[in-house]
Each structure stands twice: as structure tokens, then as C-alpha cells.
């Protein structure tokens, strides 16, 4: 014996509860914005490691290193030939883990595949929000014209 489909409540919502909604959505969004932006970063910043390490020399090197962002201090700086087995790697809460060139990025690209799907989630969430957000700004264009349309006549 099948039970009988049940009937879909129907629930009025009211014009201020829509209004209501859209603020806490676009609170949301700009919330996952910041939250983006913050691992877009870091994914950069792991890729950028990632390059340097590929980029070293395997040799003895005399050189500069750069202090700060901008490019603005250098300090001498020399990179001897056993620097690929002399690698410290932050493994978070600020522990480093020393390791050879290798394992280092092999950890580097571990952390990038990690905080690229943080990434993609992020990107997913923002795509379910913004269409909610969407549809509720088009009920609320259609509400103010149909109000216009009648002030108007």
C-alpha cells in the first residue's frame, strides 16, 4: 500500500521578511568575498614559494635576499650547495619542520590542492547565495513596479 503524497505547505512571506533576507545575503556575500580573497592570497603566496624553490640554484650562490614586500631592503645573502636538504617548512601554529627541497614541495603542493578546493567550496557557496540574493532583488523590482504602476494611475 503507497501513502498518499502530502500536500506542500504554502507560507506567505511578507515584503519586510524579503527585505530582511536580503540584507543577511548580502552580508554573506560579502563575508565569503573577504573569506576568497583570503585564500586567493595565500594560494598565490604558496605558488610563489613553490617557484622559488624550483628556481634556486643547486649551487653555491652569493647574493641578495629581499626583506620586505616591496622590493625596498635586500641583505647579502649566500645559498650553499646543501641548502636542498636544509629546508624549514612551516607545518602551522608556527612549527617548522626541517626537510630536503623535495618533501618541502611536495608539502607546498599538498597545502595549494588543500586551500584550492577551500577555494572552489567558497566559489560554490557564493554561486547558492548570489542566485538566492538575485531571484529576491527581482521579486522586489517587481513588487516597487506593480506599487508604481498603481500610484501612477
Do not use: C, F
Request: charged fraction near 25%; avoid cysteine.
Amino acid at each position: 500500500m503507497s501513502n498518499p503524497p502530502q500536500k506542500q505547505r504554502e507560507r506567505v512571506i511578507t515584503l519586510e521578511e524579503l527585505v530582511v533576507r536580503a540584507g543577511e545575503l548580502k552580508d554573506k556575500i560579502e563575508a565569503l568575498n573577504t573569506t576568497l580573497n583570503i585564500y586567493l592570497n595565500q594560494y598565490q603566496e604558496i605558488q610563489l614559494a613553490l617557484n622559488t624553490l624550483r628556481e634556486l640554484p643547486e649551487k653555491h650562490v652569493d647574493g641578495y635576499i629581499v626583506v620586505d614586500r616591496l622590493s625596498s631592503i635586500l641583505v647579502p645573502a649566500s645559498i650553499s650547495e646543501t641548502w636542498r636538504d636544509n629546508v624549514l617548512v612551516n607545518i602551522g601554529l608556527n612549527y617548522y619542520l626541517k626537510t630536503s627541497k623535495e618533501k618541502a614541495m611536495e608539502i607546498l603542493s599538498n597545502r595549494m590542492s588543500n586551500v584550492e578546493k577551500l577555494i572552489n567550496t567558497i566559489r560554490t557557496q557564493q554561486k547558492t547565495i548570489l542566485d538566492e540574493y538575485l531571484r529576491i532583488q527581482q521579486i522586489l523590482n517587481q513588487v516597487i513596479q506593480a506599487q508604481q504602476a498603481k500610484t501612477t494611475k
